[in-house]
């Protein structure tokens, strides 16, 4: 008997391996994050999990907003969930934060020292990487620097909860969840209104403010950053100086239309004015989703602004969503180009490979395409204002997890359309297509000989 289920076993080990490695590495991604949302919301229905009755949507809805590190969420966490169920939760960011296979694939390489074929095709699917970054380096630092900066973000979080009065043992549990959180630009948090309370704790602020940035500008950034202080011999790739020029452009764009324009941040004091403008932009271009400010009470033009950075977000390979910085600089490029009548593509005198010129376009063109369908389709069954509904579906797709305050409202069929959006959103809109459209495509990387390399 003993002998018959093992060798059941096995036999099923041989099919499920021959099924992977069947797919194609999109396949594998789809798949994949799918796993991991099935796996929370199983956990998530268990009676021990839930401190109350919840529905099966808003556990699924749950799931999906954890492993996506979007943060939208229709019930409360720290009233809805037990202790077991907000450490699910945790368990499902942090995995979505880092990214399907990252950990798994690290071990393998700290063993064997190698990578499978099989590996590096779903990583260099998932992580898109500048030419000059090597597989087995990037990951080791995703790895050793998630780590470092979650544990420094723990030490500090507990402090400032300290500071607030909060018992050893909540101001630890508080300051874990909310380093993880912040890092994987997750947005999830156990406090019933937030992190509107501390507007005016610079500390708090801070805390969340490093640890989004540092996520959000992406692991391509930080492995290539570490090179350069390791050897000053080392060139930064293109990809990091974009990131890092088109961050700082944004976020200080953003941050003087929200101290100039937006009425209940004027209210506030000098100081308390400037945390507010900051925090709120910062969250917006790195997807974090935290927020100090009520969102629902911002006028318009606001709102809109708000929308157009969470639509761009941050860096690629990093735990911020969006269309990505680097897609816009590219469009950006090729409107330049062809305005100046230049056949080649090029931004700040670099020219910039076809290949990356056609995923960037693609990605646009899908990715706004998107943004559209699912605001026609909300619009079908909500009931809310076009501005608000626009700015959930963006926040869904974009993977920052604002809201305006009608996430917990939504009909039943609005939670599946976000639902759906939010999965899209961590995987990426082109290889979700890729992934239905169910076709290996061809690495044409090659047949290019390029100045400079741009992650899309």
Request: aromatic fraction near 14%; proline fraction near 2%; hydrophobic fraction near 50%.
């Given at each position: 008997?003993?002998?018959?289920?093992?060798?059941?076993?096995?036999?099923?080990?041989?099919?499920?391996?021959?099924?992977k490695?069947?797919?194609?590495?999109?396949?594998?991604?789809?798949?994949?994050?799918?796993?991991?949302?099935?796996?929370?919301f199983?956990?998530?229905?268990?009676?021990?999990?839930?401190?109350?009755?919840?529905?099966?949507?808003?556990?699924?809805?749950?799931?999906?907003?954890?492993?996506s590190?979007?943060?939208?969420?229709t019930?409360?966490?720290?009233?809805?969930?037990?202790?077991?169920?907000?450490?699910v939760?945790?368990?499902?960011?942090?995995l979505g934060?880092?990214?399907?296979?990252t950990?798994?694939?690290?071990?393998?390489?700290?063993?064997?020292r190698?990578?499978?074929?099989?590996?590096?095709?779903?990583?260099?699917?998932?992580?898109?990487?500048?030419?000059?970054?090597?597989?087995?380096?990037?990951?080791?630092?995703?790895?050793?620097?998630?780590?470092?900066?979650?544990?420094?973000?723990?030490?500090?979080?507990?402090?400032?909860?300290?500071?607030?009065?909060?018992?050893?043992?909540?101001?630890?549990?508080?300051?874990l969840?909310?380093s993880?959180?912040?890092?994987?630009?997750?947005?999830?948090?156990?406090?019933?209104?937030?992190?509107?309370?501390?507007?005016?704790?610079?500390?708090?602020?801070?805390?969340?403010?490093?640890?989004?940035?540092?996520?959000?500008?992406?692991?391509?950034?930080?492995?290539?950053?570490?090179?350069?202080?390791?050897?000053?011999?080392?060139?930064?790739?293109?990809?990091?100086?974009?990131?890092?020029?088109?961050?700082?452009?944004?976020?200080?764009?953003?941050?003087?239309?929200?101290?100039?324009?937006?009425?209940?941040?004027?209210?506030?004091?000098?100081?308390?004015?400037?945390?507010?403008?900051?925090?709120?932009?910062?969250?917006?271009?790195?997807?974090v989703?935290?927020?100090?400010?009520?969102?629902?009470?911002?006028?318009?033009?606001?709102?809109?602004?708000?929308?157009?950075?969470?639509?761009?977000?941050?860096?690629?390979?990093?735990?911020?969503g969006?269309?990505?910085?680097?897609?816009?600089?590219?469009?950006?490029?090729?409107?330049?180009?062809?305005?100046?009548?230049?056949?080649?593509?090029?931004?700040?005198?670099?020219?910039?490979?076809?290949?990356?010129?056609?995923?960037?376009?693609?990605?646009?063109?899908?990715?706004?395409?998107?943004?559209?369908?699912?605001?026609?389709?909300?619009?079908?069954?909500?009931?809310?204002?076009?501005?608000?509904?626009?700015?959930?579906?963006?926040?869904?797709?974009?993977?920052?997890?604002?809201?305006?305050?009608?996430?917990?409202?939504?009909?039943?069929?609005?939670?599946?359309?976000?639902?759906?959006?939010?999965?899209?959103?961590?995987?990426?809109?082109?290889?979700?297509?890729?992934?239905?459209?169910?076709?290996k495509?061809?690495?044409?990387?090659?047949?290019?000989?390029?100045?400079?390399?741009?992650?899309?």
């Open positions: 008997m003993a002998i018959r289920v093992v060798q059941y076993f096995k036999s099923l080990s041989r099919r499920y391996l021959k099924l490695l069947g797919l194609s590495p999109q396949q594998n991604l789809f798949y994949g994050f799918l796993t991991y949302i099935v796996a929370g199983l956990l998530l229905l268990l009676p021990w999990a839930q401190a109350r009755p919840i529905s099966v949507i808003d556990n699924l809805f749950i799931a999906t907003s954890a492993v590190t979007t943060g939208l969420v019930v409360g966490i720290s009233e809805s969930f037990t202790g077991f169920g907000q450490f939760i945790m368990c499902l960011f942090q934060g880092i990214g399907y296979l950990f798994t694939t690290f071990m393998l390489l700290s063993t064997t190698r990578l499978t074929h099989w590996h590096k095709k779903i990583l260099t699917s998932e992580f898109t990487l500048p030419v000059t970054i090597k597989i087995s380096d990037f990951l080791r630092s995703v790895i050793i620097f998630t780590v470092i900066m979650e544990v420094i973000g723990t030490l500090l979080f507990y402090i400032a909860f300290s500071k607030e009065g909060y018992n050893t043992g909540d101001a630890l549990w508080n300051a969840f909310h993880i959180s912040a890092f994987c630009t997750a947005g999830f948090s156990l406090l019933p209104n937030g992190f509107e309370p501390f507007s005016d704790n610079t500390l708090v602020n801070s805390i969340i403010s490093i640890l989004a940035i540092a996520g959000s500008l992406g692991f391509i950034v930080v492995t290539d950053l570490a090179f350069k202080i390791k050897s000053k011999s080392h060139r930064l790739s293109f990809t990091t100086k974009i990131v890092g020029i088109g961050f700082i452009l944004l976020l200080g764009i953003g941050s003087v239309f929200l101290f100039l324009t937006e009425p209940s941040i004027q209210s506030l004091n000098d100081k308390e004015r400037f945390l507010a403008s900051f925090f709120q932009t910062m969250s917006a271009m790195t997807t989703g935290f927020n100090t400010m009520d969102y629902g009470t911002f006028v318009l033009p606001v709102l809109l602004m708000v929308i157009f950075l969470m639509y761009i977000g941050a860096s690629p390979s990093g735990t911020a969006g269309m990505k910085i680097t897609t816009l600089t590219a469009m950006l490029a090729i409107v330049g180009s062809r305005l100046r009548g230049k056949k080649r593509i090029a931004f700040l005198g670099k020219r910039i490979p076809f290949e990356r010129l056609y995923i960037a376009t693609s990605s646009f063109i899908f990715y706004t395409s998107i943004i559209g369908l699912g605001t026609f389709l909300m619009t079908l069954s909500e009931h809310f204002e076009f501005e608000r509904i626009l700015f959930e579906v963006a926040s869904a797709l974009g993977t920052v997890g604002l809201s305006t305050g009608i996430t917990g409202e939504l009909s039943l069929f609005g939670k599946v359309v976000i639902t759906v959006l939010m999965f899209i959103g961590r995987l990426g809109v082109l290889t979700f297509g890729l992934a239905i459209l169910a076709r495509p061809k690495n044409t990387d090659q047949d290019f000989i390029v100045e400079e390399d741009l992650a899309v």
